[in-house]
Structure formats: C-alpha cells, structure tokens
C-alpha cells in the first residue's frame, strides 16, 4: 500500500449529479472513502475544497459550457490519473445524442431563444475524452455502488480497476432471467455493458442501455432483429441513441454509408 | 438394480421426509419458463417443466460467488455455497450434463469448488416428454444408466422409481411403506408404451456421428462468417449450456482494512476479451472465430476425447440465442442443409 | 466595488454559484449563476416513444429521480389516457416516501447541519456528533432501500413503468419497510427536536409567496391534480403555467418563474406554510409546537419544515405499506392503444412542486415542458440573498455576507442539475456603472429620465435626459411623455435605463447602475418611480430594467441641484454621448 495517502478530486460538469450522489449514498463506507484516500475536492459533499495537485480525479458529466472545458483542461493538468465516471463523462449521456451540430444549435434555440448568455458560452455536450485524455472509464447511469467501491479500493490500493467488458446479458443470464429480446420486446442488453446487475431485466423491465454500448456492440444485427420483430426504424435508432451519447454518431455514418 | 412402484399421492410425503435433512431444490415456474429453485413448498413444483433457464449447474457452482477471502498475511477458503442438497425432477439430458462436468472438473486438477457441493447433492431424475427443441435422442442422452440417485418414471397415476446408487437405497429405506416392490405385467406394458410414445415425440434430430468430420472439412466454409456477423456476442449460448464450464476470477478490494475477495464467475469464449492476453493481443478477436472455438468444443474435441459430443441435447441454445445460432442451425450448415435461422437471412438481408 | 463569490456551492446536489457586488453601501448585484450547461432534456425527448420518455426525463436529477419519474408518469398517463389501480398508486407514493426520507435527511443532517455547528462537511461533524451522522445516515439508507426495492435501484431505477409496475415487492420485503419505519420514531423525533429547535438567525425575513401541489380531501401530501397557493388561490393542473410563466435570464441555463410578477417559493416550507394546519397525529403535534409566524417569512426554516416532514413519511409509510398488503393482487400493466394526447403531471418532489407536460402525436412525444422545483425558486433565491446581503451591509457585516448567503442558498436545498453551484461577494470598482452601461449599450437600450422640477436634487433624471436628447440621441424619454402615450410597450426588447437619484446612503454625488428589481424589494431604495411604471412593464422587461442612481444631496422643496449631483450628472452626459 502506498504509504501516503492518495489525493482524490471528484468534479461535477453538466449531468444529473447521479454519480457524486451515489458516492455520497455508500453511507456507511463514506467514512472510509474519506479516509483511505486523501479527498481534496469533492463539492457535493464539503465546502473546505483545495485546488492542487491530485493522483486521481473522478470526473462526471459532460462538457456543456466554455467554462467547464476550461475547468476539465485545468483538471487534467493537475492530475495524474483520470476517471470518467458515469455514463454522461464516458460517452456524453443523453444530451450529447443530438447527432449532429446543426441540430443541437436548433434545440438550443427552442430551448432558449436568442437569449445571449453572459456566464458562459454553451457547448454541444460532449463526453469528457473529447477535450482531454481519459486514463480509466466507469460507466454507468449512475455508476453502481459495488463497482465504483471496488474500483476506489484497488485505486488507493495501486491497482488498477477491473471492470467487466461484456454485455448485459451474460450478468442477466447469471440472474436467470427470461430472454426479454426473445418475447419481441425492445431490450438493449446484447449492446450495453454489464455492471448493473441486470437490473431492469431483473424487475422485468427492458434494458434502456444506460450504462452505454460494449465496445463490441453489434448494432447492425440488433437492428435487423428488431426490424424483423416489427419495430420502426426510427424507434429502434431512437432507442439505441437515448444512452449512447457521442458513440453512436460513427455507427449511424457508418450505417448510412452502408445503406448507399 | 431395484424398480419401486410409488404412488402419485405419497410423492409429497415422501418428499417430506427426505429433505428433513438436507434443502430440496426443483423447477419452480419463472414466469411462463422454469428456474431450479430451493423448494419449501411442494406444490409450487413445477413437474411438467420441459427444461429450466440455466441448468443445474449453477446447483454446483454459482454463477457468480467467493472462492477466498485473502489478506496479505494468507487466504481462507470460502465454500459457504456448499451444502446438503436434494436436487429433484431433474431430466436425463441435464444429469449427462453434470456427467460431464465431473469429468471436465476433475482432469489435472480437481476443482474443489464443483466438486464438493456435487458430492453433497442428491439426484433424484424424473422422466418428461420432449417438446419441439429437445434432440436427446439424437446425443443419446435421452435415457440415463448412472449419475442417479433415485429416478422417477411418471406413469400418470404411478411412477417407477429407480434406485440407482446406495445413497438412493438409503432415501427409500426412511420411507419404505411409500413403496411397492411388486412390479405387475400391466406396468411393464404400461412403461414400454410410455417409452414408445416418447421416442415417437422428438421432432427436432441432429446426425453427431458426421459433426466431427463435418467440423473438420468447413473449417473455412463462409456460413462461419455469416454466423460471426449475426452474433451479438451476449454468452447467453455459454451460460445455458449445461458442459460449458469456462469462469474468469476477479479480486475484489474492499475499505477499511476489510480482507479481499477472490469472485469466481461464469465465462464464455464467445466473449471478445476471453481471448484477450496481456498487451492487448487478441487471439480471436472475430466471433466467427469465437464460435468456430465454441462448437469445435461442442461437436468435435470432445468427441475424440471422450467418444461423444459434448452436447446432451437440452434445446436450451435453440430456444435462447435470439439470433438462433445453435446446434441445430450450425449443424444444419455444416451438413449443408438448408437453413432456418435469424442469422442466415441477416446475411442475405446485408450483402443485398 | 468588491463582489462576494461562491464560486462552486458546496454541499448542494450540483454545480452553481451565487455572487454579489457591493458598491459603497448598496448591494448593486445578486446572481444566482447556474454553471450546469445546457442539456436540452425537453428537446432531446421529442420523437421518442413515451416509455423511453419516462426513461429519459428522470435523469434530469439524480436526487429526484423518483420524483421526475412519478410526474412524468401521472403526465404521460394523463396524457394516453391510461388508469391505474390503487395498489399501483400506493406502491408509487411508498417509493416517493422513500425519496422524501433520503432526501431531506441527506439535506438536513449532512448538507445544512454542518452551517449551524461550525463543520465544513458531514464527515469532520461526526467527530462531534457521531449520533447524528449515523442516524442520517441510517434513515438516508432507508430511503434508499425503499426506492431500490421498488424501483429497482436507488437512482434512476426503472421499475414503475406506465401502466404498473414491471414486478412487485414481496409480502416479507414490505413488511420489513413498515416494521423497520416504526423502529425509527425515537429517532425521527429527535429530528424534529433537532431541527425545528435550532436558532436560525433573522436574515433575511420577508414576506413571500407559496406555493404546493394541492393533494385534496383536506389530505397533507405529495402529489395532486391542482396547485394551490397561501393565498387560498388554486390554480388547475392543465393551467399550471399560469403559475410558473417561464422565462430566461442571461446569467444561467436554468429557467426562471413568477406569479404575477412577483417570485415565490415551493419546497418543504411551502408545503408546511400551506397545507400544515392538515397535518395528522404525531406531525400534527409537533407542528403545533413549533410552527410560528416566522416560518411565513424567514427560508432558513426550509430545514425545520423537511426535519417535520421526515415525521411525516414516517408516519405514513406503515400507513401505506397496510394499504398494500390489504389488496392482494398484482395488477398487470395497463396495456394502451392511445396514440395521441395531452397531459400534465403535479407532483412535489422533496424541494417542492415538480410539473411535467407531455403531448403525444402518432405515438411519439411531440413536445414536452418540465418546470423544476429549483427554476422557480431561483427569483426568491436571488431576493432573500439580496436582502440578506443588503441588511447585512447596513448592519456594517459586510464579513457575514458570504456565509449567510451561502446558508439561505442551501436552505432553499437546490438541486442544481435540475437548473442550478453557490455564494461569492465582490466590490465593485469605481465607476462600476460605466462598464454596465457599456455592456447594455449593443442592444440598444431606452432611457427614462425620472424626477421633479424644483425639488433640489430631484430634477436630476431629468436633467439627464435632456442633456441627452439634446446630444442628438433617440430612445430618450421624459417621466411625463411617458406617462402621456403608451411607448414603453414599443420598448419591448430593450434595456429600460431609468435615470433618477436614489438614496443609496453614500456621499452626495455617487452614482451607481442598480437592477430595478432590487428597489422593488428594498423598502429603502423605493421611490415613487415604482407605481408609475411597475404596473405598465412585463415581468420580462422588469427584469431587463435598470436604474442609473446618483445619490442626492437634499430634496428639500423649492432647493437647487447641488454640485456634487450637477458633477455627476456632467460625469454621465460625457460617459454616454461620448
């Protein structure tokens, strides 16, 4: 174990909190997050914040305002290691599924009309690699407590994290669930990556994809699948987008490309 | 070998009394499938259930669990998933399948973690019918001749029971009056007319003979990557196939000077980091090359090892993989038959 | 001038800031910076099917994500006509108990205790108070586990889905959330003790405006198909935006809401303020004990009126959880075949009422309006900040500011994701007013000179004016012309500059460029320029509206402009025309 204490970070840009929320929901192994590491920033939590060097910073949310991309950039400078946490740092999150510029500008504007906004300037929502490097990603919406307390622990133990890399599926199998894909109802398990639990499935509740696609993700087979099962086209992209983030744009170039 | 007549009205009693000892597991509904369950209530046996979800396996080793806790002073082992078990109205196929996981858990080194909850588990087979998906006969894994410890034939109004080992002897002698030992000519006729109705109701059958030969010629035959394009790589395939065994280990850390834990969980080489070394080498990086590993498994190396294929049969691949590559389709490629599966007709959709 | 800044709120749920200018005595600034950019949640919506919706829109905050996905479910039901059973509402009004119970006591042990015993942050508190910090956290995990079972997880769980519930808690789960409810009570009591007890200082207290769903049958509750007002007013579900009028300020992505030109405030304290004669039992009791007319006006007693509520979900989880088990079966979920429609769902989520409004065309949500707690308590947040900070300024604590700021933000519990991080005080340099008026000059603003001829220092707005319109420039208006004709209404999209002299309790002479809304929520500063205008401007242009102040010498009848004020008016003259 090292012998001093690592200096941690953990920074909001723009998401729902989730993410700093459920650190804070570990309730009782809080104490021990806070001493096991050195915890030097952490908004949600304390007001005495320091601004310095750190070994780790736990990022979550996406890069939405000038400001918080001047933020992130400081950030990574002062920092060893960085984590994206969630599924909003790690790929974007909902908002960063407007496929392209054009239409975000447009949403912006029904949003907000032409108003000029003086404290800083908006930006399409983007997930945090998209500015800087990103050492480590934990994914999720929100990350979940059992992952994100395992990997802290390996991280102040100098390990690395491991985190698993398959599909819902398998961890669905694992719960003994009934294929939902296979009674023709709409489940992005084959395409979203495990560490819930198969929560949803669980519940009898389809997989939304919020933990973001595996890097595998067969999304041109899921979509003839759905197609075949009945499923509009538009309901189908619309699904796979919704947790997607800035991951789904090359899959749906691509795909056009193809369609030509 | 003894053959016991048992009426349908003394099951419950009977099993009453032998599971005083140990926890009796059965199908149980899970939704409109069936899952093994722990059973306190017998009526919520489910004794017409054609095959469950996941087979008995995860009885032997859970899908996910502790193999030790460990601190840097030494490790202690954890088998708290090991206990006295009955395991009832479990089907032919399924016991071939713990057959072979007896002797996939105890080659070069003997796998402690299966073998022991085995050794603590009752087999108490029951017969079934075979639905549109099962191919037992097909593997020969439709009758069974070991790996029992009592086996119910249901006869409508009776079963037979089979003793197959001395543990099963010792069950029937806590309860003998359940029992009559006097077999008439009607229930021999009854029995042989049961068995000719079931061998009469399979519908789906697979040539295993051919498959390693087959396997072996279409080594580089397209439909490989037909199947590879199509696979959504979810393992599912893996994790209700009741021979495959692969697992991964994790270390688990955990605050505040809490030792570690060393999980154990199922794997599947369908999986794009199975094949993954250190360095970021991939040795399959393709699912079409997954999947030949998988049936090369299936239909092939086993078979040169042991003398069958290392499929009993169970239907569970069929009925799971939502783009339905299974023995079936595979072997139906394989031998060059027509096929009738999601992942042919998303070749053709695609290269149109 | 010097400018008190929070930069980054601490223990608030998200990320925003408050700031406040002084300039000399006057509090010139009060922001409350939402730094959280844009997520366009109410756009990104659009096109999907409305499972995905009730998906989607939860995760605008994490905290209320029970709450955001009971209003988007009471909306999207409404809107495709679908009823549920009562046993689907029961389970839905446990799981919102659950969110109520995690989230005031989060907010009142772990975020706002820390102020009152002098800790930065939970954690160094429970050196002193390891009761407290375990309780919290105790009854923070019992709320959590009453989401997580059902609802499938503490944040964003997706088990209640529209028509019922993807799977039902067991018999043995509910009984364990009853049971272990009714362990809790010693505690819970404590709490109320805790919290209603504590010493919250005097500033600020003002009079405001509440607001709360109307739960009907005289009931107390969390959600409703009406909105009811302390004034007695309700206002119908489908009319809600008679209440919130949204609108955007330039400082924040979170938008903003009024009544009637005036802000007011939803939460916990509304709730109390409005519906706590309804009070049951237990609850009834103690807020007899504790309830007093400062509750009415001071926000600080947010935290007294979430520590009471907390009582109230422990009172009534083993209440609803004997509802339930009284109705056996399982409903299926309501299949529905409606593909076009509108609805709006009210409810309150722990820091107050939470609107969702969905229109539904061919099966895709066509357009969709959410209105958050926080974006309409956002103008009274400003105001008690700003009366806070200018009664502070006056009471010569200029030091306290920043703290108390910091504590009347946090009270009011924002959540910043779904709108708002916290509190910074700066002076402001000399002649600050120039770089403001710099920054109004590209959209082209109007000047109204304000004042009266032979009252020393009171013609002083209107001697600017002239010196103005005399330099050749247009949008320059008289206080009388205006008066005369209705041009203020073909002023809309301009900055309103009103020329006058203001009593800022600075040397004769001093000018500084105040927003109006300041002089209509300070006593001190109100001028009878107030019913001239006020009732002829929008909300909109109030807000867009600003007095260019000099600080007068006297007003005294029939005196002259003294030449400190003549000085400062030349000062002005050259800063424009030039």
Not at chain 2, 314 to 332: E, F, M, N, W, Y
Request: aromatic fraction near 10%.
């Amino acid at each position: 174990m090292p012998k001093d204490k690592l200096k941690i970070g953990i920074y909001e840009l723009t998401g729902c909190a989730g993410d700093a929320l459920l650190i804070v929901d570990c309730e009782e192994e809080l104490v021990n997050i806070f001493t096991a590491a050195s915890i030097e920033a952490f908004l949600m939590a304390k007001s005495d914040n320091r601004h310095g060097e750190l070994d780790v910073a736990l990022v979550e949310g996406s890069v939405s305002t000038e400001k918080e991309k001047e933020e992130l950039l400081d950030i990574r400078k002062r920092a060893r290691v960085v984590v994206a946490i969630g599924g909003c740092a790690c790929v974007g999150g909902p908002q960063a599924a407007f496929l392209d510029k054009k239409e975000w500008e447009k949403n912006l504007k029904k949003v907000y009309g032409n108003i000029e906004f003086s404290h800083s300037r908006p930006l399409q929502s983007k997930p945090i690699d998209a500015y800087i490097k990103v050492d480590c990603y934990l994914p999720g919406c929100p990350i979940g407590k059992a992952q994100f307390l395992s990997t802290f622990a390996r991280m102040v133990n100098g390990n690395p994290p491991e985190l698993f890399r398959f599909p819902v599926c398998v961890e669905c199998k694992w719960h003994e669930n009934d294929c939902l894909l296979n009674k023709d109802i709409l489940c992005l398990g084959p395409l979203t990556l495990a560490g819930c639990g198969s929560v949803c499935p669980n519940f009898n509740v389809p997989c939304f994809g919020c933990w973001g696609p595996t890097e595998e993700a067969n999304r041109t087979s899921e979509y003839y699948l759905l197609r075949e099962k009945g499923f509009d086209t538009e309901v189908i992209k619309n699904r796979m987008a919704n947790y997607s983030g800035t991951r789904i744009t090359e899959f749906f170039e691509q795909f056009r490309k193809e369609k030509r | 070998m003894r053959i016991l007549k048992l009426q349908k009205k003394d099951l419950f009693p009977l099993l009453k009394v032998i599971s005083r000892e140990a926890e009796l597991w059965a199908p149980t509904a899970k939704g409109d499938k069936f899952a093994y369950g722990r059973v306190l209530d017998f009526s919520r046996i489910a004794m017409d259930a054609v095959r469950t979800i996941i087979p008995p396996k995860k009885i032997m080793v859970p899908s996910l669990f502790n193999m030790f806790n460990f601190t840097e002073k030494g490790y202690q082992e954890d088998l708290s998933h090991v206990t006295d078990r009955i395991l009832f109205g479990i089907h032919p196929c399924d016991i071939h399948g713990l057959l072979i996981l007896d002797k996939l858990f105890s080659q070069a080194y003997l796998d402690p973690y299966y073998l022991e909850p085995r050794k603590k588990t009752l087999i108490l087979g029951l017969s079934c019918l075979p639905d549109a998906y099962c191919f037992c006969k097909s593997t020969h894994t439709d009758i069974i001749e070991e790996g029992y410890d009592l086996f119910f034939t249901d006869l409508e109004s009776y079963f037979l029971v089979w003793i197959g080992s001395s543990r099963g002897d010792d069950l029937i002698r806590l309860a003998p009056d359940f029992f009559d030992d006097k077999l008439t000519e009607k229930d021999i006729q009854t029995y042989t007319k049961w068995q000719e109705k079931r061998d009469n109701a399979f519908k789906t059958t697979v040539n295993f003979t051919r498959m390693p030969d087959l396997m072996e010629l279409n080594y580089k035959a397209p439909f490989w990557e037909e199947v590879g394009a199509a696979c959504l790589a979810c393992g599912s395939c893996s994790m209700v196939c009741p021979t495959c065994n692969c697992y991964n280990v994790v270390d688990k850390l955990f605050l505040g000077n809490k030792p570690g834990k060393r999980l154990r969980h199922w794997d599947s080489c369908t999986l794009p980091e199975y094949s993954e070394v250190a360095g970021g080498e991939n040795f399959r990086e393709h699912k079409s090359q997954r999947l030949k590993l998988w049936y090369t498994h299936k239909l092939q190396a086993y078979v040169s090892k042991y003398g069958k294929p290392s499929c009993v049969g169970c239907g569970r691949c069929l009925v799971t993989c939502p783009v339905q590559i299974h023995v079936k389709s595979v072997a139906d490629a394989l031998e060059g038959h027509p096929v009738e599966a999601f992942w042919k007709k998303f070749a053709q959709e695609v290269s149109k | 001038m010097k400018t008190i800044s929070i930069d980054h709120l601490p223990r608030v749920e998200g990320n925003g800031g408050v700031f406040a200018t002084i300039d000399g005595h006057v509090i010139t600034e009060v922001k409350l910076v939402i730094n959280e950019g844009p997520r366009l949640i109410e756009r990104l919506t659009v096109g999907k099917t409305p499972e995905e919706d009730v998906s989607i829109a939860p995760r605008i905050c994490a905290i209320c994500s029970v709450s955001h996905k009971n209003a988007a479910l009471r909306a999207m039901e409404n809107a495709l006509g679908v009823k549920v059973q009562p046993k689907i509402t029961l389970l839905r009004e446990l799981a919102h108990m659950g969110e109520f119970i995690e989230s005031h006591s989060l907010h009142v042990y772990y975020l706002a205790l820390p102020d009152y015993v002098g800790f930065p942050n939970a954690i160094a508190m429970a050196s002193k108070f390891p009761f407290e910090v375990k309780i919290a956290l105790e009854m923070k995990q019992f709320g959590n586990a009453i989401m997580k079972n059902l609802n499938g997880r503490m944040i964003h769980g997706e088990n209640m889905v529209i028509g019922g519930f993807g799977s039902f808690p067991t018999r043995e789960d509910l009984v364990w959330i009853k049971n272990r409810a009714i362990q809790f009570m010693p505690f819970v009591f404590r709490t109320v003790e805790l919290f209603c007890g504590l010493d919250y200082p005097t500033v600020p207290e003002s009079d405001t405006l509440y607001a709360c769903c109307e739960p009907g049958n005289g009931q107390y509750g969390f959600w409703g198909e009406e909105i009811i007002l302390s004034t007695g007013e309700k206002v119908a579900r489908d009319d809600y935006k008679s209440l919130t009028n949204e609108f955007l300020v330039s400082h924040s992505y979170c938008k903003r809401s009024h009544y009637k030109g005036n802000p007011y405030s939803v939460g916990a304290l509304a709730r109390v303020n409005v519906l706590g004669e309804r009070l049951q039992g237990e609850s009834a009791k103690m807020y007899k004990k504790y309830f007093s007319p400062r509750w009415k006006k001071n926000p600080l007693f947010h935290n007294a009126a979430q520590a009471l509520e907390i009582l109230y979900c422990f009172e009534k989880v083993p209440e609803l959880v004997d509802e339930i088990l009284a109705i056996p079966e399982n409903p299926p979920v309501v299949p529905y075949t409606t593909k076009t429609g509108k609805g709006t769902g009210l409810v309150e989520a722990p820091r107050g009422l939470l609107i969702h409004h969905y229109e539904v065309k061919d099966g895709l949500v066509s357009d969709v309006d959410i209105i958050t707690p926080t974006a309409q308590n956002a103008e009274d947040i400003e105001r008690y900040c700003y009366l806070a900070a200018q009664k502070l300024l006056d009471e010569g604590k200029e030091d306290a500011i920043r703290d108390r700021m910091d504590l009347v933000v946090r009270a009011f519990d924002p959540c910043i994701s779904c709108s708002v991080h916290m509190a910074e005080v700066k002076r402001a340099p000399s002649d600050d007013w120039k770089k403001k008026l710099a920054e109004l000059q590209p959209a082209g603003p109007a000047f109204i000179g304000i004042g009266k001829e032979g009252r020393s220092d009171d013609r002083a707005g209107l001697d600017l004016a002239a010196g103005m319109k005399e330099a050749g420039m247009e949008n320059v208006y008289l206080e009388t012309e205006i008066e005369e004709d209705h041009s203020l209404e073909g002023l809309a999209g301009r900055p309103l500059i009103f020329l006058d002299i203001v009593n800022m309790g600075e040397p004769a002479g001093k000018i500084a460029m105040l927003p109006l809304q300041h002089v209509f929520w300070n006593a001190v500063l109100s001028h009878r320029l107030l019913p001239a205008v006020s009732n002829r401007l929008t909300y909109d242009q109030i807000k867009n509206a600003y007095i260019l102040g000099i600080q007068p010498e006297s007003i005294e009848e029939g005196g002259r402009l003294s030449n400190s004020v003549r000085a400062a008016v030349e000062k002005i003259l050259e800063e424009i025309t030039n």
